[in-house]
Every structure is written in C-alpha cells, then in structure tokens.
C-alpha cells in the first residue's frame, strides 16, 4: 500500500536556523507531490506543490522543496526560519490508484521556532 | 481565507447523541471530502463527493453518516459513537477529485470529543 513517511515528529529550532524535513513515499508509479502547513489555530493549508518539470519547488515564505525521485524523498527546506514559522507540516501524494489519484499524507512533523 | 467553513468548532457528545457536523464551501468546486485527523496518525480521507455523488467510502463505519445536498455542502451525522472516535474532522474541496495535481483547500475542522 502507499504509505508516506515523515521521521521528525518534532522539530524545535531557534531563529535563524536552517530547516529541513524529511519526507519519504513509498510509490512506484507517477506522483504529485505536496506539503500542506497549518499554523496555529488556521485551516491546513497548501505551503507548495510538484507536478512536473524542475525538481526544485519554491513555495510560499521562503520555503522550497526537492523532489528526489531515486530516493523517493521530497524534503521541505528554509535556509532561515522565523518564529512565525512555528506550525505543524504535512507531506502528501497524490497518486495514482484505480485509475484515480487519491491523497496519502503523513503524520506530520510539529515546528516550534524559539525568539 | 474563508474558502470552507466548518460548524461547530467543538463538539462534545455522549456515546447515546446524535449530533451531525457540516461543511460549507465558497469555492465553486465540485469535490469535497471529510478527512480524521488523529494525533499521531496521518489524515485518514473518509468519503468524497463529486457533483453531490459519493464516489469513495474508504471503510468508515456506519456510526459515520455523510450527507451532500449540493456542492457547497457536506454534513456527517453522527451518532452512536465510541470514545476512539474523538478526533478533529476536516471538511476540504477541490475542483474535482481525482484531478492530476489537484490542491485541496481545507476548513478549520470541528475538535470531536465523544465521552
């Protein structure tokens, strides 16, 4: 079955500092690729998204992701977070299943930015 | 961004209530979807709509009652439920479902607890 892993449940960092969070999916086929964000007390939201073309997606508030197809991977980066930034990131697939394309998120990975 | 609306918020219930959850979207899609959103687990998808026809039922039981009177609405009735079934529940949209790179815009979700 599909599946789609996110291995940092929680994340604290301090200002500043880079950010990284891994994503891993486990499907053969064509995918899209997604991370959704929700900051405290708001909707879940989309943050950026891959469909095709450059594997290097640049998303909203400096956020960007790589799409890494041998591996299977497309990890969520920010050279330098913000306290804002504090919020719960979801990685999601869209994949093909049955001749449709179903979403499969993962767990989530919990950010806290200390000031 | 008020794209989907969820009423209530917070809902407390009995294990012996009836009480149903609805779902508003301004978008102009034609997809929508109730997600459970538990700690620790990703986002279990429950049922689609498309054009008010249910098209996916992943399972869910039948204490789990979901209604579509139209695009714009989606109620799920509850009733006779477990404790297990306190969780936050997502109402999202999208244009249609099962769309190649299709974003899904989410409401705020209505916290759940079934004592």
């Known amino acids: 079955a599909q599946s789609v892993s996110q291995h940092n449940h929680h994340v604290i960092l301090s200002e500043a500092a880079s950010l990284e969070l891994g994503c891993n999916y486990s499907?053969?086929?064509?995918?899209?690729l997604f991370w959704y964000v929700q900051y405290p007390g708001q909707h879940l939201q989309l943050l950026l998204k891959y469909f095709s073309g450059d594997p290097l997606v640049k998303g909203i508030k400096g956020f960007e992701a790589e799409f890494i197809k041998s591996k299977f991977s497309f990890n969520l980066r920010k050279p330098s977070v913000q306290w804002s930034d504090t919020a719960e990131y979801f990685c999601a697939v869209n994949a093909q299943t049955s001749g449709t394309y179903k979403y499969i998120f993962g767990t989530g990975t919990r950010l806290k930015v200390l000031a | 961004e008020t794209g989907v609306t969820q009423t209530p918020r917070h809902l407390v219930m009995g294990m012996t209530n009836k009480k149903s959850l609805k779902c508003e979207q301004h978008l102009g899609h034609n997809a929508m979807y109730w997600y459970k959103q538990s700690a620790k687990k990703p986002l279990e998808l429950m049922f689609v709509?498309?054009?008010?026809?249910?098209?996916e039922n992943n399972s869910v039981p039948s204490r789990f009652s979901p209604e579509c009177p139209n695009s714009s609405h989606l109620f799920l009735h509850l009733h006779t439920l477990q404790p297990e079934d306190s969780a936050l529940y997502l109402c999202?949209?999208?244009?249609?479902?099962?769309?190649?790179?299709?974003?899904?815009?989410f409401g705020p979700g209505t916290r759940l607890l079934v004592l």
């Open positions: 999202a949209s999208s244009q249609e479902p099962g769309n190649w790179g299709e974003t899904q815009y």
């Open positions: 709509y498309n054009f008010k026809e249910q098209t």
């Open positions: 499907y053969g086929g064509t995918v899209n």
